[in-house]
């Protein structure tokens, strides 16, 4: 689901915390060590999230924040801000030539630069959250 975040409306903060939960206090970003991503060059993302995108020659930017049961996906468009809201059962996360985050069937792929390797303690921490929130629904399958 994608959001236009630009302006603050009650009725998208009410969405975006029953899909991923609300913002971690203060104390826990604390002990987390941040709960944001440094902004990431788009390099490439899906015929779905372009009119999202810049359409001339700029440079595209996008960063991430945790919440309790997802991520939040902030793509910058000009003044715009849109917040793509990814709860983390539909997350897929490659490491390819960079990174892309994959989910609802569209992807967004960042470029291999010096802000990706920035971030890669914060994509360790995003792994980690989606590897313990995905334990609670662990289904023995011995067959």
């Known amino acids: 689901m994608i959001i236009d975040s630009t302006y603050t409306n009650k009725s ?3 969405l975006i915390n029953d899909l991923v939960g609300k913002p971690f206090s203060l104390l826990e970003k604390i002990k987390l060590k941040g709960i ?3 902004r990431m ?3 490439n993302a899906s015929d779905n999230l372009k009119p999202y995108l810049n359409t001339v020659s700029d440079v595209n930017y996008a960063n991430l924040e945790l919440r309790p049961s997802g991520v939040l996906v902030r793509i910058n468009k000009g003044l715009e801000t849109f917040v ?3 709860p983390y ?3 897929v996360i490659y490491k390819v030539n960079g990174s892309s985050i ?3 069937g569209r992807f967004i792929q960042f470029k291999n630069s010096r802000t990706l ?3 890669k303690s914060f994509f360790r921490k995003l792994l980690d959250r989606k590897v313990l929130f995905d334990e609670q629904f662990n289904f023995n399958y011995n067959l």
Do not use: C, F, P, T
């Open 117 to 119: 390797k920035e971030n």
């Open 89 to 91: 059962y539909q997350l």
């Open 102 to 104: 994959h989910a609802q």
């Open 84 to 86: 793509w809201v990814i």
């Open 41 to 43: 060059i788009i390099e």
């Open 36 to 38: 944001g991503s440094k």
């Open 12 to 14: 998208n903060d009410q």
